[in-house]
């Protein structure tokens, strides 16, 4: 594959990685803003306090804002799937095909639907429908975003699928596997609630900045215990679930999290970094130690990783060079094979792959078989034939590390930041000092970083592939000018920075307003 | 039948009702309206072809040309 042009590779990751992160700066306050204006509305539908109706309303004008100006951003990423990525986008199949369908299909169906309701239903419909129709845009948006998750899943763990050679695709065989698989559940769960609470912080900054200036202190107060306990909950969850992801990471994606930890040589109840820096210029194969400092945890990386503190965790060395043992999907413990063996292999099934389709046009049923057996039987690293060298098989550890620990740092850091803000709810009636209330605006910004950072770690600690072991990103790239690819990384990079540039103007000027109708 | 035409006609007018009443989500429409104007009629028509639905007429061509972009190397 050296003649793959890497520049062409290169610049279509970097389009897709832009309109993706730009996507996702509009998404996550979609997903919990959503729930925490519901849970606003059900205070106002039990009480009939119509400061709560305000109060809903307030934060139901900038969740429109967000929505609007993010809403079809997503499908930017469909066009470079179908130019950009046409070899993929045909080998996946109906795999991301059905997923997709169904996500615009509910997009489409429940969210249009009740944000209509929503928005212009007040006066119109009864508070109960009302509160139902806020109830069911915060479901439809979630539900929507549970179908690309579940085809981002599939690509970190291909499963239910099994590939045609006659069709070049990947075809599913159970869909309840593609929907239910643990990488699935996982990544849904996690990225969610990831949402939740970037909006709860982003509910609470805003009330603290209300706060500083003295206004809408009411609506400020309230908004901060409903945003608080939310927070609290989902973000608790986050790091559940961030367990639950890191879990699979190991078992599914061990290069991943080696990356992740910075892990260059594997070893049993091996430590998790809380705290490090990486040597710079470090390589797989050399002596030099992987971390300029570090504070660790003994054995904890095991135990998160493999349940059990004395656990043997691969390094990126033990990867790439093989012949360590593990435990495969089935149960069965087995020694694994190195990056050169498995690369021999992958060559060996593209190989099969290019006899079968010629015993095919030769109508030689008996040669198709044998090569249909042998794709089948080396299939499983069909992607590897791709790659030259094993060392390919190593993502980017600096970012992947610096990203996860970024990541994981900040969501401790908002769990103790949601129970320090309620125990002064609580417990100290409500005398929050001036130095929290910035702290709170600023940890706006922080989670969005943690947010982003946590697709750096899911994206660029998966490299090189698309689809784990199956398609390598060099393999998956359309032929096209790069170019060309080029001119719309740039058009892209205009047309989201504007976007983002009135999103915030707008947003800016309305929280600058306050509720409509005043408040107390 | 008079009944579906009732409730077409409280549709229309519970949307129509609602995007007059509007004062922020006028810009907003707009936004989404130049939005979707430059995604469809821009760039999904001069920059993001669907090359394979573009280049071939039938799924067989297609898994053909794609076999063939997976089993050999590009000159």
């Given amino acids: 594959m050296e003649h793959f042009d890497l520049s062409l590779v290169n610049w279509s990751r970097a389009q897709f990685a832009l309109t993706a992160m ?4 509009f998404v996550p306050l979609t997903l919990g803003l959503a729930f925490i204006m519901a849970f ?14 305000r109060i809903t309303k307030f934060w139901m004008t900038l969740f429109g804002i967000n929505f609007a100006i993010g809403v079809a951003t997503g499908i930017i990423l469909e066009f470079e799937f179908g130019t950009n990525w046409s070899n993929y986008s045909w080998f996946v199949g109906d795999i ?15 969210e249009s639907t009740f ?3 929503m928005f212009f239903g007040w006066n119109k419909v009864s508070k109960k429908f009302h509160l139902l129709s806020t109830w069911l845009v915060a479901l ?3 539900l929507s975003a549970l179908w690309i998750l579940v085809a981002n899943a599939w690509m970190q763990y ?3 699928m099994f590939f045609n050679p006659d069709t070049a695709r990947n075809e599913m065989h159970n869909f309840w596997e593609v929907l239910l698989s643990p990488v699935s ?5 996690h990225t969610i609630s990831s949402g939740y609470v970037l909006a709860a912080l982003f509910v609470v900054g805003i009330s603290a900045w209300y706060l500083l200036k003295g206004r809408n202190v009411l609506l400020a107060k309230r908004s901060i215990i409903v945003a608080s306990v939310f927070g609290l909950i989902t973000s608790v969850f986050l790091a559940l679930t961030g367990d639950g992801s890191a879990y699979q990471v190991a078992q599914k994606q061990p290069m991943k999290l080696a990356a992740m930890e910075g892990l260059y040589e594997g070893k049993e109840g091996a430590p998790l970094i809380v705290i490090g820096a990486l040597t710079p210029g470090k390589q797989y194969n050399d002596n030099k130690d992987p971390y300029l400092f570090r504070i660790q945890i003994p054995k904890l990386l095991s135990f998160l990783g493999y349940r059990s503190g004395d656990a043997f965790v691969p390094g990126v060395k033990d990867i790439v060079e093989g ?13 694994a094979l190195s990056a050169e063996q498995k690369i021999e292999r992958g060559r060996i099934a593209i190989q099969a792959l290019a006899d079968y389709k010629n015993a095919k046009e030769l109508g030689d049923t008996t040669a198709m078989a044998y090569h249909r057996k042998l794709l089948d039987a080396n299939f499983e690293y069909f992607g590897y034939g791709y790659l030259n060298d094993p060392k390919s098989i190593i993502p980017n550890v600096p970012l992947t590390f610096y990203s996860f620990h970024i990541m994981v740092g900040l969501g401790f850091l908002f769990i103790a930041f949601f129970i320090l803000i309620l125990y002064l709810v609580f417990f100290k009636e409500f005398k929050i000092n001036k130095w929290l209330l910035r702290t709170a605006i600023l940890m706006i910004p922080l989670a969005y970083i943690a947010s982003q950072a946590g697709w750096i770690v899911a994206e660029v600690g998966r490299q090189p592939w698309v689809i784990q072991d199956i398609l390598p990103t060099v393999a998956a790239v359309s032929r096209i000018d790069a170019s060309a690819v080029q001119v719309t990384f740039f058009l892209f990079f205009i047309i989201f920075t504007t976007l983002l540039i009135a999103e915030l103007r707008i947003m800016f000027t309305q929280i600058k307003k306050g509720p409509k109708d005043g408040g107390k | 039948m008079q009944n579906a035409m009732n409730l077409i006609k409280r549709i229309f007018r519970f949307y129509y009702e609602g995007f007059k009443s509007m004062t922020i989500g006028k810009t907003l429409w707009l936004i989404i309206l130049i939005k979707l104007f430059v995604m469809f009629a821009v760039l999904k028509v001069f920059f993001f072809p669907n090359i394979l639905k573009r280049n071939f007429k039938t799924d067989e061509e297609r898994s053909k040309y794609v076999i063939e972009q997976l089993t050999t190397k590009p000159k």
Avoid: R, S
Avoid at chain 1, 96 to 110: H, S
Avoid at chain 1, 185 to 189: A, G, Q, R, T
């Fill in chain 1, 323 to 335: 012949g360590y043992t593990y435990t495969d999907k089935d149960g069965n413990q087995k020694v």
């Fill in chain 1, 158 to 160: 291909p499963a239910g």
């Fill in chain 1, 140 to 142: 439809g948006a979630n």
């Fill in chain 1, 40 to 53: 606003m509305e059900t205070l106002y539908y039990k009480t009939g306090d119509e400061e709560w109706k």
């Fill in chain 1, 22 to 25: 730009y996507h996702w700066v």
């Fill in chain 1, 185 to 189: 559940v996982n990544k849904f769960l």
């Fill in chain 1, 115 to 117: 944000i209509a309701v």
């Fill in chain 1, 96 to 110: 991301f095909g059905a997923p997709l369908a169904i996500e615009g299909i509910m997009a489409f169906f429940m």
